[in-house]
């Protein structure tokens, strides 16, 4: 890393390492026990397969091990004892010892591995028992994609979960969607738990440390949680060390990274004919010399054929890497677990970087039968580098600035505007003459204490800081475009950022039976979380030199501060009941109160119920008798509510503005009213969902499923108003209206062939959700209609996010009538708008507009798996479809799409005299063509090839005399092809964002 004094920290902070390791080796030491006889065995699935990391255990006692890569175990045991052997997604199985010596072990596939543990508010419980909508995530196939973005991980993994790349830049993240949108105006990201406590990003846990994760989707499951729950949850349980042989294990990948365009760009030669037509046009459809059409620089281009080609210079081919080495051991009483993970990406635009380390230790202790404590710590630090460009900048550039002119100056300088012309600056020099570093650092101390209070009765006291630090230099040299044009002076900005968050919770959990077949459970917490915010902000303009760079701020003609503070506290409640009979009939109860300091002094509390219930159908006797086919059905039903608060603090209170006065001739500072009215009696946003759910299996669990639909109200949305400005303000924060959401989740997974040597396994899911706006402000205007919100593009009826804008139906021709009223000054040529009542003149007209919405109709996922002897094989195809999208690269000036013969653009086929067939307005010189915009909306469907993934490991004789614990090689590609009608670099980003990347890496996974 670049002078990154965090990241030096991190390696002088040795000593936090190597104190782990002496614990460790502390803990190994007491790995010793009285040795009776040495039993061997081996453990392996009804296809013969070892199973490696089986679980033999004691049965009384908690002395065990683990079997190695080959499904083998070595234990003392006397002939007296039994032994209990488990594995995840396998029956369990008992084995008395008696006199045998080696043991050969089969164990048999469960129902849709419904013995698996998963994490469901402030528990676990199995698979089987989860009656609430919860997903789960094996961390083996997130780790099939070739990412550092987790979330990017997610992608296609669970139906009703929706994730979309933010930036595809080195570092970056992206956003997670569950169950749509919900609110107009609030937050719509899920909360991120990990080890029972809130975190920042999904990205603050290394994937590679990921034991678990589930999702919950629907409000039963998600009320528990009550604030920041109500667009969804994702817990997250890192790994502990397991009982057995101490175990070190290195995973990794490197490779390149490329990007895809679904579009052509005009060559040398068409963009000067393009600008010939453009300036012919301005020129009562006469064609002017070239001479005059092109600048001096322009023309030996023009006359030579050779052109520019900007791509070349500003679009490379990136590099990835991503390594992590763990070291992990448990005794009966001991566990330890601990990580270092490195990412390193060079982007494919030059100068763009990004580092990142991250350290993780876990470490558990059982004190006595009854007493347990634990620690799980992390830390990270990373550092990324840009250009200093905002999102019209250094990608977009490379594609529109004009391939006709000269890149140097004579001396070998950067040629300011290679074209002669002001609107096309050369995208070289700001590529090298300006610069963004970010610093971010993350750390994570989570303290917890286990006590058994009496049989199936716990506590749990969980405690945990979190911090986040973040720090961004940017500057703009003399020499950039902006420095040039403010006389040769620099320009950057400086900013530093944290936010400090403590969280208790008391939680208790009571478990027990009545006449064996009555379950009940019980849950209890009390949670306090507290958290302050900073950050300082200043920007500097006609900084005289660059010699400090950055840190000659102080030396600006102007810097201009920004302070901003917070803090905030949440308290809560929380209790649930539920109740099994003979695991066949299940019922929950649950119920949250959250305390926030967000809201107006009237309404600082929510109450958020809950309650589901399941049939497990497959355990009737009637089932097994008459369907034997099925061996898994249940039926699911809950409805519950979940609360979100104000995005931002202090929301409710009323604002003021800082002023400066001139009083005796001296300038002084003061406050007047802001334009913000406080609001007392702001409340929680709250979403109510029924979600009704059916589980299958059938044939063995070789086909089965999971089908759901649900309803989501959400009502009282915190939305700024306008009000009369005779108060004197003009917005205040109100709770308004209601957003409708409904939706249906489908998951099938299929074993088409499993046996010894070959496995063959196909999956889908498919997620349809709508959403729409209810009602707003009312009937204000008394007309019996309630109103919409035309100025935030919300309309009662619609999505939430739409657009609404007139369209573009053709081009008109030459000796076609053009209506006067239809626009200023159309000539052939021109774009024809649609229009509902022609009888008006063709005058546009708001009932032209059409609303659109810019939510997918559908999306889903096909993935397939194959093993065949040491060979594994997977692929994830993605689609989104029935969704739209306004592409700029159509019709905006600084995308490229106004033909004016200035910036290069898509290649479109327009209209001329001589093409009356074409389907893109005649370019014109000076100004875009009339209602340009409303030829900017495409279909944005697309069909993706994610992920496909081809992996070799070691056959078990040659692990063993390589003295390995496994040995596992990979090639895999991402994002690898893209069929879709939308032109642009990626049909989920806007024309000049950075396109997520295609990726080819070969990575390995070794166990010592």
């Known amino acids: 890393m670049k002078n990154n004094k965090d990241v030096n920290m991190l390696f002088l902070g040795g000593n936090y390492l190597r104190l782990s390791l002496i614990l460790l080796m502390c803990i190994l030491s007491f790995n010793a026990s009285a040795q009776q006889n040495l039993i061997s065995g081996k453990v392996v699935d009804d296809a013969g397969l070892p199973l490696p990391g089986a679980n033999v255990i004691i049965k009384g006692s908690t002395k065990g091990v683990q079997t190695d890569f080959d499904g083998k175990f070595s234990i003392q045991a006397t002939p007296n004892n039994t032994l209990i052997v488990s594995f995840i997604g396998m029956d369990d199985a008992t084995v008395q010892v008696g006199s045998k010596k080696n043991l050969n072990i089969v164990l048999q596939a469960t129902s849709q591995s419904l013995e698996e543990v998963v994490v469901v508010g402030y528990t676990s419980k199995k698979k089987s028992d989860v009656i609430s909508s919860v997903a789960s995530v094996k961390p083996k196939d997130m780790l099939k994609v070739a990412t550092s973005d987790v979330g990017e991980m997610l992608r296609g993994k669970a139906a009703g979960v929706q994730v979309t790349t933010n930036s595809g830049g080195p570092g970056t993240s992206s956003t997670i969607r569950i169950r749509g949108d919900r609110t107009l105006s609030g937050n719509d990201d899920p909360i991120i738990i990990a080890d029972g406590v809130v975190i920042g990003s999904i990205n603050d846990v290394n994937a590679n440390d990921i034991a678990s994760l589930e999702i919950l989707k629907d409000a039963a499951a998600q009320s528990i949680y009550g604030a920041r729950a109500s667009n969804g949850v994702i817990l997250i349980t890192t790994k502990k060390g397991k009982i057995g042989k101490a175990k070190v294990s290195y995973s990794g990948f490197s490779g390149i990274q490329t990007m895809n365009r679904n579009f052509d760009t005009y060559s040398g030669d068409e963009f000067a004919q393009l600008k010939r037509e453009a300036a012919r046009t301005s020129n009562n459809g006469v064609y002017q010399p070239d001479n005059v059409v092109f600048s001096s620089l322009e023309l030996p281009s023009v006359q030579t054929g050779e052109y520019i080609d900007w791509e070349k210079y500003m679009i490379k081919t990136g590099l990835t890497n991503n390594h992590s080495v763990t070291v992990s051991s448990a005794t009966e009483n001991s566990s330890i677990y601990t990580s270092l993970n490195y990412i390193d990406v060079k982007g494919m635009i030059p100068n763009s970087d990004f580092e990142k ?17 634990g620690l799980n710590t992390s ?31 004579e001396d070998g300088s950067f040629r300011l505007n290679p074209g002669g012309i002001q609107e096309t600056p050369n995208p070289l020099i ?13 750390d994570n101390i989570n303290l917890y204490i286990d006590v058994n209070l009496a049989k199936g009765f716990t506590y749990k006291l969980n405690t945990n800081r979190r911090s986040w630090n973040y720090k961004r230099l940017s500057f703009n040299s003399s020499k950039s475009v902006s420095g040039v044009a403010n006389a040769g002076q620099g320009s950057g900005e400086i900013e530093f950022k944290d936010n400090v968050e403590y969280t208790l919770s008391n939680i208790f959990n009571y478990n027990f039976a009545v006449a064996k077949k009555n379950h009940f459970g019980i849950v209890a917490v009390q949670e306090m979380v507290s958290s302050s915010y900073t950050r300082f902000q200043n920007n500097a303009s006609r900084i005289p030199n660059d010699i400090l760079g950055i840190y000659g701020l102080e030396a600006a003609f102007l810097n201009t501060p920004i302070i901003d503070a917070t803090e905030e506290t949440l308290m809560s409640g929380v209790a649930k009941l539920e109740y099994d009979y003979d695991n066949k009939y299940y019922f929950t109860l649950s119920g949250r109160a959250d305390g926030c300091s967000r809201f107006g002094i009237e309404n600082k509390w929510g109450f958020f119920p809950a309650a589901n219930a399941a049939w497990n159908v497959h355990k009737e006797g009637f089932m097994k008798e008459y369907v034997p086919v099925v061996n898994n059905l249940k039926l699911r039903a809950s409805y519950g509510q979940v609360g979100n608060r104000p995005q931002d603090p202090y929301l409710s209170q009323a604002t003021a503005d800082q002023r400066d006065y001139i009083i005796n001739g001296v300038k002084v500072s003061g406050y007047i009213p802001g334009g913000v009215l406080s609001t007392p009696d702001l409340r929680w946003e709250t979403s109510t969902q029924l979600n009704l759910a059916v589980d299958f299996g059938l044939f063995k669990n070789r086909l089965s499923g999971t089908v759901e639909v649900y309803d989501t109200k959400t009502t009282d949305m915190i939305v700024k108003a ?53 009602s707003l402000y009312g009937d204000k205007n008394g007309d ?20 609404w804008q007139w369209k573009g139906i053709g081009i008109y021709q030459i000796g076609e009538t053009i209506p006067a009223d239809a626009g200023t000054g159309l000539l052939p040529g021109d774009i024809k708008l649609y229009d509902a009542n022609p009888a008006n003149g063709a005058k546009p007209e708001d009932a032209d507009r059409i609303i659109s919405s810019k939510y997918p109709e559908w999306y889903g996922t096909v993935s397939l798996s194959m093993e065949y002897k040491n060979f594994d094989f997977s692929a994830d195809v993605y689609t989104v479809q029935g969704i739209t999208k306004d592409n700029p690269y159509l019709y905006g000036f600084n995308e490229g799409g106004s033909l004016r013969g200035i910036k290069n653009g898509l290649k479109q086929d327009y209209w001329t005299p001589e093409n009356p067939t074409g389907n893109w307005p005649r370019p014109r010189v000076g100004n875009d063509p009339p209602n340009f915009n409303t030829i900017g909306l495409q279909d944005a469907s697309y069909i993706r090839l994610q992920n496909i993934s ?45 396109p997520e990347p295609v990726s080819y890496v070969f990575g390995l996974q070794v166990g010592f």
């Open 357 to 373: 380390v991250s350290l993780r230790v876990n470490v558990d202790q059982k004190i006595n039968n009854w007493l347990k404590i």
């Open 379 to 409: 830390i990270q630090f990373d550092e990324s580098h840009d250009p200093n460009k905002d999102d019209n900048g250094i990608l977009i550039n490379s594609i529109t600035t004009s391939p006709l002119g000269q890149i140097y100056n």
């Open 430 to 442: 700001d590529l090298y003459e300006t610069n963004k570093v970010s610093l971010n650092r993350n």
């Open 722 to 774: 306008k009000i009369n400005e005779t108060t004197g303000f003009s917005e205040q924060y109100q709770n308004i209206g209601e957003v409708n959401n409904q939706g249906i989740e489908v998951t099938l997974n299929s074993e088409i062939i499993r046996n010894k040597d070959f496995k063959l396994n196909l999956g889908a899911s498919f997620t349809k959700n709508k959403n729409k706006i209810v």
């Open 784 to 803: 019996g209609i309630q109103d919409d919100e035309v100025a935030n593009r919300w309309f009662i009826g619609q999505p939430i996010d739409v657009y």
């Open 950 to 994: 081809l992996g070799y490991t070691l056959p078990a004789d040659l692990i063993k005399k390589l003295g390995l614990g496994n040995f596992r090689m990979y090639v895999t590609g991402s994002n690898l092809i893209t069929i879709t009608d939308f032109q642009s670099y990626s049909p989920e980003k806007n024309a000049s964002d950075y």
